[in-house]
């Protein structure tokens, strides 16, 4: 159940409004939405409850949601969110347009940097990704550049005028990589780090929100549900892959998640075709489905040197494939009702 | 392995190749493809054995190929077989076209077949479907009409002109299901039943096999081996949801094993996007998706009264549903370079 | 709901049973148990339907079971059923023993059955097993000696006096299996098979009947309700691994559903060490806990000459270590009350 | 690889060690095994590379370990690692001992800290659980009362002698429960937050690691070696449920996983029978398993009042449950050869 409050609603009010609700056995856990007091409780009691609330002073209405998630509802918010990233011409993702991040897996060095980024950008990527803190299976694998990493990305980023986004493992990291990049992003095993989630929220800054590996889809709507009762509404879902007895493919790219979440959710869902399926020749055609059933953009692996690569190199598409995948994108996106957002048409300077 | 015999080889020629796998421990089975006897192995021994048996007597090529499929891999077969039923006009899977099967999961009666093919035929579905067979989990479960369901199925099939699959669950079965329908349908549940799919080789009609819900793509593409090396080639591979640990759809439709699929073997990949999904809402999403990623066709359940509907009726779309689908699906169909296969345009008449 | 006719029950009284369900829109199934009629009906209706048939003439008692198993469920019969095979001294599944089946995956020659019954009935198995039709995942491999296996184990059957069990694959075999045969084995890839658990149910045999590998519990119980209603209550559970993301075993075993099974059914459970884990190390503690959780058996893959085995060798125990396993079931087997069943004591002639 | 240095090896011989394998392209990981230095490298080169580090100055040997375990494998150590808890008289685990860990979910109050604990210490169990800091799928639910739950776990340890485990959800917070309990617990949903794994390992107290709810065996063994490398070998694993298909249980507990684990690594295994199940009725029958296929331990979910529990009250046992688990528990341990860790015997103060 969701009390909202009305914009000039007292502290008084608020605190009778949660007091009624404690009666009751809820208890209440009060965000900002949209600059306006909420009261979120788990459970709903009966309907009669909310007749009480409504007219009880300083309330302006009483949304009550079936299942578990509550902000991240369209039943609380049945239009779409748009999550816009960067300045004027950036990225927006949820609204009429087919947004497509691309980057390296790894931040390795300036030069490689320079590479992917040119020929993602000349391509029409909107957005650019490069992993500094890599969370790695092995703790003997390469673990990314850490900060030196984050300030490369933060290179390209002034460079290009493009917004990026970069993962971000630990609570005591967020403010320093909110500092650097336009957007934090949740990896998979993070999914339900609470404490990462609070503080992404806390943070204000735009979160991209990966699927935990072996998460529902109302497991994985619930920890964005986190990052909104902090009060940040700006949160992108990413499906990539769950893992299933399939071995042909590293994951099992849920595509069915992907509608069923829009249906679901007013936020915004991208896939990411890389890691899901770690076969260079199956991102095109995930890509195609992806933008098909519904997806908001995607998060794409690009490395001018795969066989190089300090990390998962073997899922990347090279600059050429990435560029036959945007040509055959558009008309797909543009099928179903969309457009595929603009890539920037100004030039690129070097670092 | 596969030893390609010349169109002109001799019985002798054939055996004598067969001792000399024979001699190196290989079990060879002998197969007819396209009118040539094949000698197929499980194993490969050296590259030197492949030498010299292209040049023995009688031996056109020998193929090598790398896993456990054999004659539905690529390797084999480089280009895409195509699987055409029915008449002039008919279905054919596997081309430059994209053809979707509609109809009621379960055959009930005359008026319903009428509504609901009359419906499909008018949407633009080019093949119908029907089970009157059903599989069901509980002894107690409407169990299909039987005999009198193919009657009823093959009324339509004459009526409309279109050719028609049904399932069949038997060896036993599988002659009078072959005379009165297209295509034999192997359901999921059936996907290991060896003897059937024997049984379906044998019979020389199309088979649609659809993929085990704990199959991995290889163990599917192996039981389509089982009906290919029975000397029938025309097998279509149906996509139709695995199982996992999600529970927000009734399957996990797995997309990325129709690309994989596709890669590696030259047969029609389809999918099934209502019992995957087991929900309306998700089968236009899913069925876009399908069309993007590469998959040859749909076969999509529909029933013109899904709440009364003998069996599954939760998942079908009504009429207007699919013509919606079929509305939306062309521009994303021919937005991958390819044909939406058009609907019959005579006039039908009522059994 | 079961309706329990009473012995003496007419046959009009039955089919005005019969009746009154349909007139509320059930459709009972007829079925015989321990000389009684019974009609069964998916469905419930309400508990008002019960009361008046209990009142009706010829019905006996009428039992409301939850969920969708009736006659495998421990509401229609609470005691344990016991599954006795062979003459006087033979295995028992179900009672207070513990009973262990052993023998090779395959038969394969009069010598290595000779072998490797020799050893297992030394150490100690009371049942033996052998695959004569094997259902194997590629065409090209080994399937089975067919009807000579099935000779060779009547061989073994015969000379040793121990119950066999082996496979079935299809309704065709089940007269002649039954006839060679104490038991018909249901295999994990044709657990779904339902005409195949139809002949098994209607052939009088008792059945082993395997958990497919994406099985549920309630799937599993529901397959042994297709032989159960064909008036065949010998019917042995068997627990053979499931699918999971899991690499590092073949399966994943799943003991918490032997304990789940015991408690929904009256059936006897035992579990298949062997292919579920796919290593013989894995064996002896997984028998182990199977025989700590309730489990009323195993059945165990055994073979004297296993780096020679045609079929799953990689798997099996050798002689020492099955004596090993049988020498450390016992006191496990008392621990929890129970007896490990006796081996047999007279001596073996040779075939 | 890993290279074992001398105890007196210099810094010099360190690094020049280190040198020898930067050289080869191999980035080593420096750690302190019981006090020794070690050089642990992902790759390991030709056995040629060890021969030359084997007769380099400072070098003690060189073990080379297939696979990506490292210093939790048992090549690298044979014998059992047993780790020791409390004082004299605490819990060990990975010795010939079996020990039993209770208490609640979630530390909820002195009074009822202070009914379970005197319940779980009069049937035997020799540590102390309950949650101060609870991750939970909805931001809504109970967390857990955080640092006041620690103070009252803390006075149970104080009152009773003995040792207690709790859960640590972030980094910051390692600290605090470091010096409030025995044992750092790593709960299922952060198995792979590294941070939390190396502040954990650097804190020096002993970890209790839950596998992951879709982690294979080597990525739980993985993480272990996350806290191993920073010099830290106290670490218990701990089976609890992995995610499938399976509905009939909350998770699917995999013991093959610990039979499995047992045999890679020397680290001792216990088992979650409560959390894993999800049902009171299976926690007896998967306790008794449990210590029949190796497993060190048990940590079992114990409530007084499980009605009105605050956090997953409906899968604990009550007091009467718990004491009539560890009755049966005993002789199956003995069973096995093992002895069943005994219990406190003096009397409790009331705190």
Redesign the interface.
């Known amino acids: 159940m969701i009390v909202v409050m009305s914009p000039q609603a007292s502290r008084e009010q608020v605190e009778s409004a949660s007091e009624l609700l404690r009666s009751r056995g809820l208890?209440p856990?009060s965000s900002t939405v949209a600059g306006v007091t909420v009261l979120?409780?788990?459970g709903t009691d009966g309907p009669e409850l909310a007749t009480v609330l409504e007219s009880a002073p300083g309330v302006d209405r009483v949304v009550t949601v079936s299942g578990?998630q509550?902000l991240t509802s369209r039943v609380f918010r049945p239009e779409d969110t748009e999550v816009a990233l960067g300045s004027a011409g950036g990225a927006v993702f949820g609204g009429t347009g087919f947004a497509v991040i691309a980057g390296p897996c790894a931040v390795e060095s300036p030069a490689q940097m320079n590479a992917v980024v040119d020929s993602v950008v000349a391509s029409g990527a909107v957005m650019l990704r490069g992993g500094a803190f890599k969370?790695?299976?092995?703790?003997?694998?390469?673990q990314g550049l850490g900060l030196a990493g984050l300030t490369l990305l933060a290179e390209q980023r002034k460079r290009t005028g493009l917004p990026v986004v970069t993962e971000v493992?630990?609570?005591?990291d967020v403010k320093c990589v909110a500092e650097e990049s336009d957007m934090l992003q949740i990896g998979a095993?993070?999914m339900?780090?609470?404490?990462?989630l609070r503080e992404a929220g806390a943070s204000g800054r735009p979160v991209l929100l990966k699927r935990?590996?072996?998460a529902?889809?109302?497991?994985w709507l619930?920890a964005a549900?986190?990052v909104l009762?902090m009060g940040n509404s700006d949160v992108v879902l990413c499906e990539r892959g769950?893992?299933?007895?399939?071995?042909?493919?590293r994951f099992?790219?849920?595509?069915?998640?992907?509608?069923?979440a829009k249906?679901l959710t007013h936020l915004p869902v991208i896939v990411d075709p890389s890691h899901?399926?770690g076969?260079p020749?199956?991102v095109t055609?995930?890509s195609?489905?992806?933008?098909?059933?519904?997806a908001d953009g995607l998060i794409v692996d690009v490395h001018t040197d795969a066989s190089n690569a300090m990390c998962d190199g073997a899922q990347a598409l090279d600059s050429e494939q990435f560029s036959t995948l945007m040509g055959?994108l558009k008309?797909?996106v543009?099928?179903?009702g969309r457009t595929l957002s603009p890539a920037l048409t100004h030039s690129l300077a070097q670092v």
């Open positions: 208890i856990v979120i409780t788990e578990s509550r969370p790695r299976t092995s703790p003997y694998s390469f493992v630990t609570p005591e095993r993070n339900q780090n609470f404490e990462l935990g590996m072996s529902t889809i109302e497991e619930l549900e986190y009762h769950i893992r299933s007895f399939e071995r042909g493919t099992t790219l849920d595509l069915s998640a992907v509608a069923e249906r899901s399926t076969k020749h199956l055609p995930m195609l489905a992806a933008a098909s059933c519904g055959r008309p797909v543009e099928a179903v």
